[in-house]
């Protein structure tokens, strides 16, 4: 039996200059859809999928991260005077239990393989989780449920999330070199960072979810420039094929690009139409809309 997922890693110390002026002053990991900010989708997941310690990657001007996973007192009793019971249960529920939650500052923007290595110390010698809540996923599991249920029958090792896309796209993805294939699961031989479409292996994309063995730490440890001048985590993955079981997993679920602004105009509508409570409502305001296209 392989050791249990414990930890999470959530890297939130990007700028989110892609949906300036609204990132100012608000985190990209707080933008609301619908009513839930991506990153508590992100915690969400990782809570439903066994994972009892959440640490997050921090940067300047994140501290309203912190605050929105911690108590509100004054909140609270409004809600609890006003009888507002429901709601009060929820943001009760959406707090992890206290001393399960870890925060570390990524002094520099270095990228993402960078971000991970900072949480080295808090994670440990055991494996760990990476979440990016710019991939929201709507699935009927949670993807990373998904993924340490596929990890078990494998017998441990790395695991990661991955997806078609279309071969245009490529050059916005790591990309797989696949092996072997049985059901959803991909032997990966090999993987490439953002390659153009002419020299992709494969349509295979790598998105936000990772299931990784602590010796990648030693990997990151020596701070290579990949593309984009940044730390990659690809560059490290790629360095670790061939050691410990390392497999693909091609998720049950639609995924959300929310980095990107059709991506999270597309995410609020898909997950507003998947809620009985609105999905009436918001179908025939989309059918009015697009009858004035």
Request: include cysteine; glycine fraction near 8%.
């Amino acid at each position: 039996m392989p050791k249990k997922v414990r930890k999470a890693v959530f890297p939130v110390g990007g700028l989110g200059t892609r949906f300036l002026p609204a990132t100012k002053a608000m985190p990209k990991e707080m933008l609301p859809v619908v009513d839930k900010p991506l990153i508590q989708y992100a915690v969400e997941e990782a809570r439903d999928a066994g994972i009892e310690e959440f640490i997050f990657v921090t940067g300047r001007g994140k501290t309203i991260i912190e605050d929105h996973f911690d108590r509100s007192y004054e909140l609270e009793s409004v809600l609890s005077e006003r009888q507002k019971n429901d709601v009060l249960r929820e943001i009760q529920e959406s707090v992890p239990k206290a001393g399960s939650i870890a925060y570390i500052r990524q002094q520099e923007p270095l990228g993402l393989g960078h971000a991970v290595w900072c949480a080295k110390r808090l994670v440990g010698d055991e494996p760990f989780a990476v979440i990016l809540a710019d991939d929201l996923i709507l699935a009927d599991t949670p993807c990373l449920a998904q993924m340490t249920a596929a990890r078990e029958k494998v017998g441990g090792g790395n695991m990661l999330a991955v997806m078609e896309v279309p071969k245009e796209h490529t050059s916005r993805y790591g990309i797989l070199s696949p092996g072997q294939e049985n059901g959803n699961l991909i032997e990966i031989n090999g993987l490439v960072e953002k390659p153009a479409p002419a020299d992709a292996p494969s349509n295979l994309a790598v998105i936000g979810r990772y299931i990784l063995e602590p010796n990648i730490f030693d990997l990151l440890e020596n701070q290579a420039r990949g593309a984009g001048n940044e730390i990659q985590l690809t560059d490290a993955l790629s360095a670790m094929l061939g050691g410990d079981p390392f497999f693909g997993m091609k998720f049950d679920g639609t995924r959300y690009d929310c980095g990107d602004k059709i991506g999270f105009l597309e995410a609020n509508i898909a997950f507003a139409l998947n809620r009985d409570d609105m999905k009436s409502d918001l179908s025939d305001i989309v059918k009015k809309i697009a009858n004035k296209l």
